[in-house]
């Protein structure tokens, strides 16, 4: 299978988009480009496969706040659980949280608190699959890859505009 990689330049950072022709396989913040982009191509390159495009204009309009949900097709390799976990992730809406209890109670495993975080943990799709919105049953933000000063940065600006969509 043939890899493709991008950078997406947001807000919290550079994010490292990898995709294969047809599917988003794996997006993560880092700190710097590495010789693998093919950011540097004509976008009329037939290089360029559609899914890495379509995944930077869905993360463009998710940080200008016109993007609710991604209609990026994925493809993740995990277990039965981490798949479960992430499946109920994509439920929690935008710009709500729910604890990994509440994630745990909704996959009919309410004793798997630790696992669901370590399913989290393994999610490589940040943003698109919405761990972020995952918080301790005490109601603080705990364990984000990224940085919890990113989770709560990505928490505050879905509060944004889920708010000023319920002002209207």
Excluded at 4 to 29: C, M, N, P, R, W
Excluded at 40 to 47: E, I, Q
Excluded at 77 to 84: A, N, P, R, Y
Aim: glycine share 8%; aromatic share 10%.
């Amino acid at each position: 299978m043939e890899i493709y990689t991008g950078y997406f330049d947001s807000e919290i950072g550079k994010i490292k988009v990898i995709t294969s022709q047809t599917h988003l396989l794996a997006l993560d913040f880092v700190e710097q480009e590495e010789q693998d982009a093919i950011n540097d191509l004509n976008p009329c390159d037939n290089r360029i496969p559609s899914i890495l495009d379509q995944t930077m204009q869905e993360l463009e309009e998710y940080f200008e706040g016109k993007r609710k949900s991604f209609s990026i097709p994925f493809s993740l390799e995990g277990t039965e659980f981490q798949k479960k976990v992430w499946k109920a992730l994509l439920d929690i809406p935008y710009g709500e949280v729910k604890s990994y209890l509440d994630i745990a109670k909704w996959i009919d495993n309410p004793r798997g608190v630790r696992a669901v975080g370590n399913a989290n943990n393994k999610n490589k799709i940040s943003i698109i699959i919405p761990c972020h919105r995952v918080i301790g049953s005490n109601g603080k933000l705990v364990g984000y890859g990224g940085g919890l000063w990113r989770k709560e940065w990505l928490l505050a600006h879905e509060r944004n505009f889920s708010k000023e969509e319920r002002d209207r």
